[in-house]
């Protein structure tokens, strides 16, 4: 029997097709987030309904428990790709203490049969079988059938009730022969019919339970298990080769790098079913290995926590000098484990980008370890011998753009790191258009050298393509707080968080919170076990905020002994503002202004911070200067600094209101473009 013909909907603008998971505005794909497209279903199929969070939240998250704070992102995410303002509009109503309601006229689509012969209507049984205007009716409309509003059964029904032209008589039959026929096919079409409605409405209620979501895997750092300086190093970093490789496929949502490269991931034996709780996911790659002489054995296995099965265990033995085909076998074999079907621009993706020099492979390995670690001028190094090496290999040439970018801000690099940046980012495109990394590394880029303008269109195209990118949501969401639309900025990294509760989790700090006055949402957004310099001064940052001195002067002092860096120096300052000891914070402040002004380091947001720093301290002067420098660097989160506390001694200053009005009218030009 025939599946029934599954609805889709229409309302203003848009067309909706739940089986297909597509969302259209004027033929367009609209891109949303898993989480997302299932909670605009479920608005629309129970549209001009009053939906309690309460509803919502059993409905879209029937296993988890969530805030209700996930359930208004999502909101704010489908209001967004509506067109939508954050506050409502025509679409989406908010009915305040209980719910939302969909407020737009839905039309439900009810597709025809890909076969189009001429159909008698039921709905009008004097019409005879063979008559010319039936088959012309339906060749002039060969779009949908159109029901308004109510989806009634008789309306499906009157859809669904038709007979194929063989069943007509010649022309020469019988009038009471006819009649007959008529009779039968009347019978036959409501028997259609019933079944088809039926199918519906089993279709229907099965349609309001949660879609299945894709599989989520985690590829674990491999363990060495003759652990030795020489080759500690393949541990994280065939582990990230093999990330960055399945993260193309579209089928599969992957847990980036970043996360798993925490020390606990990496030396220890580990237990599969709490790895998964943390990580929330539901396949594991594990894997060993050990190097003898030329040849490295690998042990790996790809496991399925919910039945704690192995779906296949591999043991590789490798020629060193072959380490670089390693990812793209394991990569199959994960495909083929998962049954993962591949889009035919995945499979061409896939094939492209392929390293070809064994050494060239070894050093970039090394380099992507040495990054994780925080050793940005070794990482650089070792990814310069990579690409001079072998200068086709587009992802080194990506990564070495990401060490130079945090050598320029982090180490002072200054300009010229910005500029070798922006050139290794070009020649990773210019080899591979479509390499992901190298487009969002190189807006991140944009979004510190005051270019955040152009940061903003490169990372909405990464997601028109690839709308579940984790990463690109949360740079994206790191530009828009550069711009001062902290709302929005808080809505792309909680879509980032809902794509990958670990995004950035251990290097980022999520301060669109903090500027936006929530101190205490803020400490909550940061990793609680993370010994980063760059974290612990967020940390003492919020705690600083919020009048926690104590604890805040002992994180700034912990944070500046793991690193004497541009942050950690800012927090060193401050906690000498907090021990009464101002002349020794202003003296620290003087020599980070002097190394951003000698070395070019634009760090517009680091700036910013130097300048409230200045500002605390009394040096009303200096935080001009630094405030200017900030804004004219390209930090203009205009709601954030009319508000915020730490610069209150400059507001009866003269030039204060002009740099105000300043980083305002960028700000509104800013909103006006992009929103």
Same mark, same amino acid.
């Given at each position: 029997?025939?599946?029934?013909?599954?609805?889709?909907?229409?309302?203003?603008?848009?067309?909706?097709?739940?089986?297909?998971?597509?969302?259209?505005?004027?033929?367009?794909?609209?891109?949303?987030?898993?989480?997302?497209?299932?909670?605009?279903?479920?608005?629309?199929?129970?549209?001009?309904?009053?939906?309690?969070?309460?509803?919502?939240?059993?409905?879209?998250?029937?296993?988890?428990?969530?805030?209700?704070?996930?359930?208004?992102?999502?909101?704010?995410?489908?209001?967004?790709?509506?067109?939508?303002?954050?506050?409502?509009?025509?679409?989406?109503?908010?009915?305040?203490?209980?719910?939302?309601?969909?407020?737009?006229?839905?039309?439900?689509?009810?597709?025809?049969?890909?076969?189009?012969? #001429?159909?008698?209507?039921?709905?009008?049984?004097?019409?005879?079988?063979?008559?010319?205007?039936?088959?012309?009716?339906?060749?002039?409309?060969?779009?949908?059938?159109?029901?308004?509003?109510?989806?009634?059964?008789?309306?499906?029904?009157?859809?669904?009730?038709?007979?194929?032209?063989?069943?007509?008589? !010649?022309?020469?039959?019988?009038?009471?022969?006819?009649?007959?026929?008529?009779?039968?096919?009347?019978?036959?079409?409501?028997?259609?019919?019933?079944?088809?409605?039926?199918?519906?409405?089993?279709?229907?209620?099965?349609?309001?339970?949660?879609?299945?979501?894709?599989?989520?895997? !985690?590829?674990?750092?491999?363990?060495?298990?003759?652990?030795?300086?020489?080759?500690?190093?393949?541990?994280?970093?065939?582990?990230?080769?093999?990330?960055?490789?399945?993260?193309?496929?579209?089928?599969?949502?992957?847990?980036?790098?970043?996360?798993?490269?925490? !020390?606990?991931?990496?030396?220890?034996?580990?237990?599969?079913?709490?790895?998964?709780?943390?990580?929330?996911?539901?396949?594991?790659?594990?894997?060993?290995?050990?190097?003898?002489?030329?040849?490295?054995?690998?042990?790996?296995?790809?496991?399925?926590?919910?039945?704690?099965?192995?779906?296949?265990?591999?043991?590789?033995?490798?020629?060193?000098?072959?380490?670089?085909?390693?990812?793209?076998?394991?990569?199959?074999?994960?495909?083929?484990?998962?049954?993962?079907?591949?889009?035919?621009?995945?499979?061409?993706?896939?094939?492209?980008?392929?390293?070809?020099?064994?050494?060239?492979?070894?050093?970039?390995?090394?380099?992507?370890?040495?990054?994780?670690?925080?050793?940005?001028?070794?990482?650089?190094?070792?990814?310069?011998?990579?690409?001079?090496?072998?200068? &086709?290999?587009?992802?080194?040439?990506?990564?070495?753009?990401?060490?130079?970018?945090?050598?320029?801000?982090?180490?002072?690099?200054?300009?010229?790191?910005?500029?070798?940046?922006? +050139?290794?980012?070009?020649?990773?495109?210019?080899?591979?258009?479509?390499?992901?990394?190298?487009?969002?590394?190189?807006?991140?880029?944009?979004?510190?050298?005051?270019?955040?303008?152009?940061?903003?269109?490169?990372?909405?195209?990464?997601?028109?393509?690839?709308?579940?990118?984790?990463?690109?949501?949360?740079?994206?969401?790191?530009?828009?707080?550069?711009?001062?639309?902290?709302?929005?900025?808080?809505?792309?990294?909680?879509?980032?968080?809902?794509?990958?509760?670990?995004?950035?989790?251990?290097?980022?700090?999520? $301060?669109?919170?903090?500027?936006?006055?929530?101190?205490?949402?803020?400490?909550?957004?940061?990793?609680?076990?993370?010994?980063?310099?760059?974290?612990?001064?967020?940390?003492?940052?919020? $705690?600083?905020?919020?009048?926690?001195? #104590?604890?805040?002067?002992?994180?700034?002092?912990? +944070?500046?002994?793991?690193?004497?860096?541009?942050?950690?120096?800012?927090?060193?300052?401050?906690?000498?503002?907090?021990?009464?000891?101002?002349?020794?914070?202003?003296?620290?402040?003087?020599?980070?202004?002097?190394?951003?002004?000698?070395?070019?380091?634009?760090? !517009?947001? &680091?700036?910013?911070?130097?300048?409230?720093?200045?500002?605390?301290?009394?040096?009303?002067?200096?935080?001009?200067?630094?405030?200017?420098?900030?804004?004219?660097?390209?930090?203009?989160?205009?709601?954030?600094?009319?508000?915020?506390?730490?610069?209150?001694?400059?507001?009866?200053?003269?030039?204060?209101?002009?740099?105000?009005?300043?980083?305002?009218?960028?700000?509104?030009?800013?909103?006006?473009?992009?929103?």
């Amino acid at each position: 029997m025939a599946k029934p013909a599954s609805p889709q909907y229409e309302f203003g603008p848009f067309q909706l097709n739940p089986d297909e998971r597509l969302l259209l505005r004027g033929g367009e794909p609209v891109a949303l987030t898993p989480k997302a497209f299932d909670t605009l279903c479920y608005f629309v199929e129970h549209h001009h309904r009053l939906l309690t969070k309460d509803e919502l939240i059993a409905q879209l998250w029937p296993d988890s428990f969530v805030e209700e704070s996930n359930l208004a992102q999502n909101v704010s995410a489908v209001r967004r790709a509506l067109g939508e303002q954050s506050d409502g509009g025509h679409y989406i109503e908010t009915v305040p203490k209980r719910g939302y309601r969909f407020a737009a006229e839905v039309k439900l689509l009810v597709p025809r049969p890909a076969a189009k012969p #001429a159909y008698a209507r039921l709905s009008n049984p004097s019409l005879t079988l063979n008559e010319p205007s039936v088959a012309s009716d339906y060749a002039a409309d060969d779009r949908t059938d159109v029901l308004h509003n109510g989806f009634s059964d008789e309306s499906i029904a009157a859809t669904a009730g038709v007979l194929p032209e063989s069943y007509a008589p !010649a022309p020469s039959t019988p009038a009471p022969q006819l009649t007959w026929l008529r009779r039968q096919a009347l019978w036959l079409g409501v028997g259609l019919a019933v079944l088809c409605a039926a199918g519906y409405f089993i279709w229907h209620a099965n349609k309001s339970k949660p879609l299945a979501s894709k599989p989520r895997l !985690a590829v674990l750092p491999f363990r060495n298990l003759k652990p030795a300086a020489e080759t500690d190093f393949l541990g994280f970093s065939l582990a990230d080769a093999i990330i960055t490789k399945l993260s193309y496929i579209s089928a599969l949502n992957v847990r980036p790098s970043a996360v798993v490269a925490a !020390a606990k991931y990496r030396s220890q034996e580990l237990d599969p079913q709490e790895v998964a709780r943390e990580l929330k996911v539901d396949k594991l790659l594990t894997g060993t290995f050990l190097k003898e002489g030329d040849v490295l054995r690998i042990n790996l296995q790809l496991i399925d926590v919910n039945t704690g099965q192995a779906l296949w265990v591999q043991p590789l033995d490798l020629k060193y000098d072959r380490l670089l085909t390693l990812q793209d076998r394991v990569t199959q074999q994960v495909i083929q484990g998962l049954q993962v079907r591949l889009t035919p621009i995945e499979s061409e993706q896939l094939k492209v980008d392929a390293p070809r020099n064994p050494l060239a492979y070894e050093a970039y390995l090394r380099g992507l370890d040495q990054y994780q670690a925080g050793s940005y001028a070794q990482a650089i190094k070792t990814l310069e011998q990579s690409t001079a090496l072998d200068s &086709g290999y587009a992802r080194a040439w990506a990564h070495l753009g990401r060490a130079y970018t945090a050598q320029a801000s982090f180490a002072f690099g200054g300009r010229a790191f910005y500029q070798k940046a922006q +050139a290794a980012y070009e020649k990773s495109l210019a080899l591979n258009p479509h390499e992901i990394e190298a487009r969002i590394f190189l807006a991140n880029l944009l979004t510190d050298t005051n270019r955040v303008e152009e940061a903003v269109p490169q990372l909405r195209a990464v997601l028109k393509t690839n709308p579940e990118h984790a990463e690109a949501h949360w740079e994206l969401s790191y530009a828009y707080r550069f711009g001062g639309m902290l709302s929005e900025s808080i809505t792309e990294g909680e879509l980032a968080r809902q794509l990958d509760p670990q995004v950035k989790l251990n290097s980022s700090a999520f $301060n669109s919170y903090l500027y936006a006055g929530q101190y205490e949402r803020f400490l909550q957004s940061l990793p609680p076990f993370n010994d980063q310099a760059f974290i612990i001064f967020y940390r003492g940052f919020g $705690n600083y905020y919020l009048n926690q001195r #104590a604890q805040a002067a002992a994180d700034f002092d912990r +944070a500046y002994e793991l690193d004497p860096s541009l942050y950690t120096q800012i927090g060193k300052a401050l906690g000498a503002s907090l021990a009464n000891d101002p002349a020794k914070g202003l003296a620290l402040l003087h020599d980070t202004e002097r190394k951003l002004e000698e070395r070019g380091v634009i760090e !517009a947001e &680091g700036t910013y911070k130097v300048a409230q720093a200045f500002a605390v301290l009394g040096d009303k002067a200096a935080a001009l200067r630094l405030l200017r420098r900030s804004i004219e660097g390209g930090f203009f989160c205009y709601p954030y600094f009319i508000n915020d506390p730490l610069l209150e001694n400059l507001r009866n200053e003269a030039g204060y209101a002009t740099l105000i009005e300043t980083a305002r009218q960028r700000y509104e030009a800013f909103k006006h473009r992009f929103f």
